[in-house]
């Protein structure tokens, strides 16, 4: 019996251990965020195009139902440039200087409806 207390007990040891060195082995980051409108109510359907500037790379996301948005495995530091951009509203860029390594890096904004598209629909 107390043979296996022992082992369990090693066993737990060895799992905790190598957890916590598989997580200090994360190579990438993340960027996650909330896209609402003028009147805070979320929008969906929101492109999201974030690219690393030192390698020119691209990666592409939708805002879901809710508004959220979240690109895994991005190569952590920067700097990045995030633009979005919908249909009726203003394309809006932000630069984001860097990306910390495994952790939350979150980038919400308000998106305003387009001007041009609001003086031709009151034109019709």
């Not at 990666?59 to 700097?79: E, H, I, M, Q, S």
């Not at 200087?97 to 598209?117: A, I, T, V």
Request: with cysteine; net charge positive; aromatic share 8%.
């Amino acid at each position: 019996m107390k043979n296996n207390f022992t082992r369990i007990f090693l066993l737990l040891i060895v799992l905790i251990v190598s957890a916590n060195i598989l997580k200090a082995q994360q190579t990438s980051s993340f960027l996650s965020g909330k896209v609402l409108d003028e009147k805070n109510i979320p929008l969906p359907g929101v492109t999201v195009q974030i690219t690393y500037v030192p390698w020119n790379k691209t990666r592409d996301a939708l805002t879901n139902k809710k508004g959220y948005f979240c690109v895994a495995n991005l190569p952590p530091g920067g700097p990045y440039t995030v633009k979005f951009s919908r249909n009726g509203y203003e394309i809006q860029s932000r630069e984001v200087l860097s990306l910390d390594l495994g952790n939350s890096n979150d980038l919400s904004l308000h998106m305003r409806r387009d001007s041009k598209e609001a003086q031709s629909n009151e034109a019709e």
